[in-house]
């Protein structure tokens, strides 16, 4: 399906940002978008951290990852199905909710999961398509019930039991959420603008209480939450100086510091010390569950 003319997108800008070249739509062509953008546009929540609750346009989330920047699941699946539908896929956007450990399952609208249907190759076979998870999936999973493993994590794929008609995605459990379910039905943005802002202002919000990034490429998952920073297979190290948290920033997850002015740059490691030493103390650094 395609959507409206405000989503009207800077496609050569974005695909440069991915390192990709133009390709009409086929099935090796989205495998290729989807690991590109999990692995060069990272699930951050910098604009939240900064006080501020950004735009659900994909256009404007078009053109801030286009610019160097990444977000969370509405701005990352959001520009990337304004992407695949401006290559000429047919991407749906659905109305998701993902549960972190002991949360109820239900459509919660905490997430905005993707599917493309109508690919030459798999005529009868529609795909999860979803860069907004984190540490979720590597490349499209077909909705076919199943257990498929990229790389050290393992999902299930299997119809929901809360939305008829609808998917589940069961997480590894060495993933930072348990699962999310999907609804059949098409959802516009307009439909996640509640959730989004309180997710964006709440103090209730894991967005609020950790500054969070993660990527995910082949090989498993790199995170930063707060000051620490981890790899998924591999071990833990607490970044001690701004100079060192800010250069894994860049070097990891390949957000310039110099999009940011000198004073949101230490506003973002102050915040970071704190939630840290919060967390050392007993508190939580919790991921946040969209």
């Known amino acids: 399906m395609g959507f409206p003319s ?31 953008h999990v692995e060069r546009v990272p699930y951050e929540d910098f604009e939240v951290q900064l ?18 920047r990444g977000g969370y699941c509405y701005h990352l699946n959001g520009a990337f199905s304004a992407l695949l539908s401006a290559l000429g896929y047919q991407v749906t956007r659905h109305p ?19 599917t493309v249907s109508g690919l030459a190759e798999t005529p009868e076979t529609s795909w999860f398509v979803d860069v907004g998870l984190g540490d ?14 990229q790389g050290p994590l393992v999902f299930r794929m299997r119809p929901s039991e809360v939305t008829p008609g609808g998917w589940r995605f ?9 699962g999310m379910d999907f609804a059949p039905e098409t959802a516009v943005m307009a439909d996640f603008t509640e959730k989004h ?35 998924l297979p591999g071990g833990r190290t607490v970044l001690e100086s701004p100079a060192e948290w800010w250069t894994a920033i860049e070097d990891v997850f390949g957000v310039l510091r110099g999009g940011f002015t000198a004073e949101e740059q230490d506003r973002l490691w102050r915040q970071a010390v704190d939630q840290h030493e919060r967390h050392t103390a007993g508190g939580s650094e919790d991921l946040p569950n969209a």
Do not use: C
């Open 6 to 36: 405000s989503e009207h997108v800077d496609v050569p800008a974005y695909l440069a940002r991915l390192g990709l070249e133009h390709e009409p739509p086929g099935l090796d062509a989205l495998f290729r978008l989807h690991r590109a």
């Open 51 to 68: 006080g501020r609750v950004t735009s659900l346009d994909p256009a404007v989330s078009f053109g801030r990852i286009a610019a160097g």
């Open 96 to 114: 998701g909710g993902a549960q972190m450990p002991g949360d109820p399952a239900g459509i919660h609208l905490n997430h905005l999961p993707l």
């Open 136 to 149: 979720g999936i590597h490349e499209p999973l077909p909705l076919i019930e199943g257990e498929y493993k």
């Open 170 to 178: 069961d997480h590894d459990p060495q993933g930072s959420f348990t």
């Open 197 to 231: 802002v309180e997710l964006s202002t709440s103090a209730d919000s894991g967005f609020v209480r950790t500054l969070v990034l993660q990527r995910r490429d082949a090989e498993g998952v790199d995170s930063l939450r707060a000051l620490t920073l981890s790899g």
